[in-house]
């Protein structure tokens, strides 16, 4: 019997461990194949000639679809950065984060400004993510009155820059 879980992620791995000692103490059968594989971040069961053993592939694909990979609680798909991923909103949420913090870092560290090709110089509270947004100090916001009497808030490049220490800091929390 193969339990080769190692290529699983964390959460995943407990539960496709679960399902290869049930399935060992069904049939005594061998074989050399983990259960499942991930491909583009998904889960998907071997096939395999023994009806049964396929049955237990298929069933643990199923149950990680909707397992976190990180922690192994109830999930759903998301989409993260360049790829798919299973994972419950905590766990999404910290990876997510890192991910705009890297995105806001790389545009403030640009070398040149040319505002027609989208480098930014100042980042409104409304154009930010909301959670990206509601990590930066307060202190650090900068308010502007704009002709309608409404007021905006936004942080500037030079703000981002100087936050920069505390942005680094941030993301090792959220990448634990």
């Known amino acids: ?12 791995a407990r539960v496709a461990g679960r ?4 399935y060992g103490n069904a049939r005594c059968v061998r074989w050399s194949e983990p259960l499942v594989y ?29 397992t976190c990979t990180e922690c192994g609680s109830v999930a759903k798909r998301r989409f993260c950065g ?3 991923t299973v994972q419950c909103a905590a766990c999404y949420g910290k990876a997510a984060l890192a991910l705009q913090i890297d ?12 505002p027609f090709d989208g480098t930014r110089v100042v980042w409104p509270e409304h154009e930010l993510p909301v959670l ?6 307060s202190e650090c ?10 007021a905006i ?4 490049r030079e703000d981002v820059r100087g936050l920069t220490p505390w942005f680094k800091k941030l993301q090792q929390v959220m990448r634990g």
């Open 153 to 156: 808030r936004y942080v500037s």
């Open 19 to 22: 399902y290869v000692e049930r």
């Open 82 to 84: 360049t790829g798919w």
């Open 103 to 114: 995105e806001l870092l790389d545009q403030a560290h640009e070398e040149t400004v040319n």
């Open 38 to 66: 991930v491909e583009d971040g998904l889960p998907w069961p071997h096939q395999f000639n023994d009806p049964v053993l396929q049955g237990f592939a298929r069933k643990a694909a199923k149950t990680l679809e909707s």
């Open 1 to 12: 019997m193969e339990d080769d879980t190692t290529s699983l992620p964390p959460g995943w």
């Open 141 to 150: 916001w900068r308010r502007m009155v704009l002709p309608v009497g409404q």
């Open 132 to 137: 990206l947004a509601s990590c930066i100090p």
